[in-house]
């Protein structure tokens, strides 16, 4: 994957050369959904759209082309037998350090005061369940701060993620896997949901776009994303669960 990751490095001086950039903020308090940014031409009269599925950055996707064919791999191998090898991992770990470095440079607009929930839609707010198995709102903050230790004891956890060739894997390592997946997907989503504004402001939207359409991508070609945390419920719908039917409308994921 470091084909693609250098690539990315490479087209972060392509973004579209149309894209109007927000005025720079003078106050770190974001709306909670990002409106329709003063100075971006509103094309159409779409009051309530987040910025993300707003043209141009819904299409700041760099990579030009079908991120699928990124991850396309032999069929002969099972979803088992390949997430196991290394360059795998590497994916997760790629995954992992680069959302852990964006959601870095958000921290100081995260905060306990601007996301004292969990947000992820209008009216999504993930919950976290604590060790009673009871589900409790978290700060964003603290939430994502969890997820992240979390993943990281993870893919430090010699038992979890092998590192020795010849060492078998848990039976539990596709369940594992997937619940690393769900949880970075949360992250994106509130990042996505919450502080898209910020994302424009640091002119890391091309990127950040890269970022999640080659984790959606990777991730519906080895079923580690689940359509319904994809898409939330019909009363809370995931924000980003649009942006991935754009893409997927606009030819971006393949499939
Ligand atoms: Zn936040």
């Not at 004292?116 to 604590?130: F, K, R, V």
């Not at 230790?149 to 997937?178: A, E, H, I, R, Y």
Request: proline letters at 8%.
């Amino acid at each position: 994957m470091s084909t693609f990751f250098n690539s990315i490095g490479r087209s972060m001086t392509r973004a579209p050369r149309n894209a109007k950039r927000s005025p720079t903020p003078t106050s770190a308090t974001f709306p909670p959904e990002a409106q329709q940014i003063k100075g971006t031409p509103p094309q159409q009269p779409q009051a309530q759209k987040p910025l993300y599925l707003c043209s141009p950055f819904v299409e700041a996707a760099l990579v030009k082309g079908n991120f699928k064919t990124i991850v396309m791999l032999p069929k002969y191998v099972d979803i088992m037998e390949w997430v196991a090898v290394n360059r795998c991992v590497r994916c997760l770990f790629d995954f992992y350090t680069n959302l852990n470095e964006f959601y870095g440079v958000l921290t100081e607009f995260c905060t306990q005061q601007n996301c004292p929930t969990m947000s992820a839609g209008t009216t999504l707010n993930y919950t976290w369940i604590n060790q009673d198995r009871k589900h409790v709102h978290l700060p964003a903050p603290t939430y994502i701060d969890y997820v992240m230790t979390w993943v990281q004891n993870m893919l430090d956890d010699d038992n979890v993620f092998p590192t020795k060739s010849g060492q078998d894997f848990p039976p539990s390592f596709p369940s594992t896997v997937k619940h690393i997946y769900r949880q970075l997907l949360r992250v994106f989503a509130h990042i996505y949901h919450a502080h898209y504004a910020q994302i424009l402001h640091l002119r890391s939207e091309p990127h950040f776009n890269s970022l999640f359409a080659h984790f959606l991508a990777f991730g519906s070609e080895f079923e580690l994303l689940e359509m319904k945390d994809l898409r939330g419920s019909s009363s809370a719908p995931v924000g980003v669960g649009s942006l991935w039917e754009r893409w997927k409308g606009m030819g971006i994921l393949g499939g």
